[in-house]
């Protein structure tokens, strides 16, 4: 009866200070790509908010513990995880309930990078992961138009949405 489940996530990193050199050389990863030569930002994991989000997103559509509950920043055992790992184990949950993927949305709000510049990759890479076709897939990007912490280019957010079916 219930074979369609919507599900949305939510995520926030901060931008790393320049002054903090030795965290500075952390490296951004959004969607699981590299962004060259931009400061990173703050985190446990690899710090990616779009896999972050998407993966909340995933996990909420079928009430299931959310990422943090999963992955707690806390664990020795976990730091410097890369996010695509945890996408996939999220996925994998939904899979053994008896859904897929019909499509994800994503909004990645930041000031920088520009993420049509990058969009085509993380799109790649993100349905590879989950292994699904790159339409079920959208990116975009959106700045906060200057106002407040991620306008100030204190932080990076990003919003999923997505739609589960078991048929
Ligand atoms: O034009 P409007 O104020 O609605 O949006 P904006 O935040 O100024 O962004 C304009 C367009 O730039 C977006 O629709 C995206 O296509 C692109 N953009 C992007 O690729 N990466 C960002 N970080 C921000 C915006
Ligand atoms: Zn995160």
Do not use: W
Not at 60 to 67: N, V, Y
Not at 104 to 111: K, L
């Amino acid at each position: 009866m219930d074979n369609i489940r919507i599900g949305s996530g939510y995520d926030i990193h901060k931008f790393l200070e320049i002054a903090l050199f030795e965290n500075a050389a952390k490296k951004l990863y959004l969607g699981g790509v590299l962004i060259e030569g931009h400061i990173g930002v703050a985190a446990h994991s690899d710090g990616d908010v779009v896999l972050h989000s998407l993966t909340d997103a995933l996990l909420g559509a079928l009430s299931l513990p959310d990422i943090g509950a999963l992955y707690p920043d806390n664990l020795k055992s976990t730091k410097g995880i890369n996010s695509i790992e945890i996408l996939k184990y999220a996925y994998k949950l939904v899979r053994d309930k008896g859904y897929g993927l019909v499509n994800a949305d994503i909004t990645i709000v930041t000031q920088t990078p520009k993420i049509s510049a990058y969009k085509e990759n993380m799109i790649k890479s993100v349905s590879s992961a989950l292994d699904v076709d790159k339409s079920r897939i959208n990116i975009k990007g959106k700045t906060k138009e200057g106002l407040d912490s991620v306008g100030k280019r204190k932080a990076i957010e990003c919003f999923s949405v997505c739609l589960l079916s078991s048929e």
